[in-house]
């Protein structure tokens, strides 16, 4: 099965428009095809049968799986199960349970529901379990220090807090939050001999094709992965989890095609999320409120097999200026499975104790919380000697506050009732670094007129078929609905993840670069060739618009891509491109910015806390498209919300349990939840990023927002809370 393409409705000028995305029709009438939605029905897919995965019930055992099968492999239906993962390398040891909801045995029928029947009948409490160790505080988890988050210093921050004029000492935690995305993992393996087909839920198809490769000792040309639509991810299909290398394992063991889902309750332990974490953050300053140091001690939950850094140490180091800092983050293996990355990962963490000192401290210093802020404002990247690329964040917090009205708020806790309510207002700095990586992209332009790009990247639903689209129209000199996105096949021009804000500063560079030379290229060919209006001409004042080729403009010296190619006798020209950040990194520090607010009512009687209104002003660089950047905006606040007052996996000591794995003891925000949201973007484009001057912002619009609410519920009634969620039960 190829990987999709799409038309976007015309619209000039192309960057900057709010067009709607070019794949939404599809996606709100159902035809848009998931991996869960291929079926044996599918002429590429005959034969096919389901697997489901056994899980373990004990978070640490000496696994002796030979006699699970039991019942299971005479009910109805059953083909096989497997409990002998050889041929497979899984991130785990195989032959003992590392974590509770680790895989002991698949189960593959003729249908799901026998399969899941199946599973059923096999009980994993047979496992000999031994002692584990899965809580944060137990004292039998020993810290020890990340390999790729080092102990940072400057200055001599703890003589520093013995001799400020204003201290603000404390610790923070943050519950382990799951991911709940819509779309389910799903995997579906096809092998024809040694060559591996996957229909697969990924943020990147390459990432997986080379890991189930090296998981499955094939050539990595030999596995193609194909993920046309992702319905959602933030982070969790990041990874090459167990259930999709073991998808194709059983595919090969049975030569057969062979579909896995994992349910949402597997979900919980099948994929990573954000780990618990606790944190002693520490400010001082002096009378006028300026910073003299900052301290940082971090830890987060890890799993014993392998390791994740969630490093939440970074914008302690850079947001601010002060002469002395020291920030360590340590690592706590336990009995549980791998974190993982989570929307705005490790920075909002770190903000949230960041921003709530600094709250803290304004209110000790009797300043206005922005204007701490501003007295604080850095001139560079102290932590790498790096000047900043552009830092619109001073902006962000003028026009925010303007735009929400803070100068209306009262300082004074408990001022403002309302209906009984105690309404306050709160606000947070927000910034996440830009990150840029190699990445390739191939331009067509066909006999027709269209154009066809293409990249090995993903959309799990920020609008990178609507957006690419943008940058190439604009650069070829074609309307959008001219052109076409390709992405989702590990087969396409290479592409980075699609994480981290990395997609548009380095797959739409890559775009834009081969849109140029391809346009560039059609020029030179008309302008060499005699029969062509453009004969004779300078290319540099040769210019496209519309489709049209002309010498500055003058129609009668012009023609279009169609009466080129035609003209040759051709039926497409092409070109394949690559581009690189270079070393760009090393000669400016660049960073998205934004500013939160947030008004809050609390119900003392009740405990409860709600949202009455968010706003956001950000410096993200070049907004190609408002309409798809006030979405991102809006649904990382929703992130917030669902982190600050309702989101925490609860587990039990004794055997690492989740005892929440679904969405009725989950707690995810819902429409009532989130009332009042909204954001504006600066106008200010970065060219240290690229040649389009974007910043990302996919992770940076949730790094404020749970500080902002914290700060509020302080402003309303005077009550600090240092712990995430905030819940009637353990803060109010």
């Known amino acids: 099965m190829a990987a999709r393409e799409f038309a976007v409705a015309p619209q000039a000028p192309a960057i900057g428009q709010p067009m709607t995305r070019a794949e939404g029709i599809l996606k709100v009438t159902g035809r848009a095809g998931y991996a869960a939605d291929h079926t044996a029905a599918d002429p590429e897919l005959p034969g096919l049968v389901h697997a489901v995965l056994v899980l373990s019930a004990a978070s640490r055992a000496e696994s002796s799986t030979a006699d699970l099968p039991g019942a299971a492999t005479a009910a109805p239906g059953v083909l096989d199960v497997l409990t002998d993962f050889t041929g497979a390398t899984l991130p785990f040891p195989t032959g003992q349970v590392n974590f509770f909801g680790q895989p002991v045995a698949i189960v593959v029928a003729d249908t799901l529901e026998r399969a899941e029947h199946a599973a059923s009948l096999i009980d994993t409490a ?81 990432g997986t094709a080379r890991s189930l490769a090296a998981a499955l000792g094939v050539p990595v040309d030999n596995v193609r992965v194909l993920s046309p639509f992702v319905g959602g991810a933030f982070g969790s299909a990041g990874n090459t989890w167990p259930h999709q290398v073991l998808a194709a394992f059983t595919a090969r063991k049975l030569n057969r095609p062979v579909k896995l889902v994992l349910n949402r309750r597997q979900m919980y332990s099948g994929i990573g999320y954000r780990p618990t974490s606790d944190q002693r953050l520490a400010v001082a300053a002096d009378p006028d409120g300026r910073l003299t140091a900052v301290v940082q001690d971090a830890r987060t939950e890890n799993a014993r097999y392998a ?61 206005d919380p922005i204007e701490l802020r501003l007295r604080n404002e850095p001139t560079a990247n102290q932590a790498k000697g790096l000047p900043f690329s552009t830092r619109g964040l001073p902006a962000c917090y003028r026009k925010g506050a303007a735009e929400f009205g803070w100068s209306a708020r009262n300082p004074v806790p408990r001022a403002r009732v309302e209906n009984g309510q105690l309404i306050g207002l709160g606000m947070a700095a927000a910034g996440y670094h830009t990150g840029r990586a190699p990445a390739s992209a191939n331009a067509r332009i066909d006999a027709d007129g269209t154009a066809v790009i293409s990249s090995a990247t993903s959309d799990m639903g920020p609008g990178t078929y609507t957006s690419m689209a943008q940058v190439a129209a604009d650069t070829l000199g074609l309307p959008v609905g001219r052109v076409r996105f390709v992405l989702g096949d590990s087969a396409l021009p290479k592409a980075p993840i699609h994480a981290g804000s990395l997609t548009m500063a380095s797959v739409g560079s890559a775009v834009l670069t081969a849109c140029a030379t391809l346009r560039d290229g059609m020029v030179r060919t008309a302008v060499v060739d005699p029969v062509s209006p453009l004969h004779g001409a300078a290319p540099e004042t040769v210019t496209v618009r519309g489709g049209l080729l002309s010498v500055g403009g003058d129609t009668a010296r012009a023609e279009t891509y169609q009466q080129i190619l035609r003209r040759r006798g051709r039926t497409s020209m092409d070109t394949l491109r690559d581009w690189s950040p270079g070393d760009a990194s090393t000669r400016s520090s660049t960073y998205g910015y934004g500013a939160v607010f947030a008004e809050v009512s609390v119900d003392e009687l009740l ?20 309409r798809l950047a006030h979405s991102q905006a809006i649904g990382g606040m929703v992130y917030g ?11 039990d000591r004794r055997d690492g349990r989740i005892m929440n794995a679904n969405m009725s003891d989950y707690l995810v925000p819902t429409n009532a939840d989130v009332p009042d949201l909204d954001a504006t973007f600066l106008d200010l484009p970065d060219p240290a990023t690229g040649p389009i001057g974007v910043k990302g912002l996919g992770e940076l619009v949730i790094v404020g927002v749970p500080a902002a609410i914290a700060n509020a519920v302080y402003n309303a009634t005077g009550r600090r809370v240092r712990d995430l969620p905030i819940t009637l039960d353990t803060q109010l």
């Open 126 to 206: 047979a496992l000999n379990a031994t002692t584990a160790v899965t809580d944060l505080d137990d004292p039998a988890a020993a810290p020890h220090p990340a390999p790729k988050t080092p102990d940072y210093r400057r200055g001599d921050p703890d003589g520093a807090l013995r001799s400020a004029h204003t201290v603000i000492d404390q610790r923070y935690r943050i519950a382990r939050n799951n991911h709940n995305p819509m779309e389910l993992p799903a995997t579906v393996a096809r092998w024809d001999g040694d060559r591996l087909t996957v229909f697969d839920k990924t943020q990147w198809v390459q």
């Open 307 to 367: 390791s994740y850094e969630d490093d939440i140490t970074d914008l302690p180091k850079v947001l601010y200026q002060s002469p002395a800092m020291s920030a360590r983050y340590r690592l706590v293996p336990l009995d549980v499975h791998l974190p993982t990355y989570m929307r705005g990962p490790g920075a909002v963490s770190g903000a949230f104790a960041m921003e709530s000192a600094m709250d803290e401290l304004a209110v000790a210093l009797n300043l």
């Open 607 to 626: 405990g409860t806390v709600r949202i009455r209104r968010l706003r956001a002003t950000y410096d993200v660089g070049t907004v190609v498209n408002p």
């Open 641 to 651: 919300i669902g982190m600050t007052l309702l989101e925490a996996t609860v587990r």
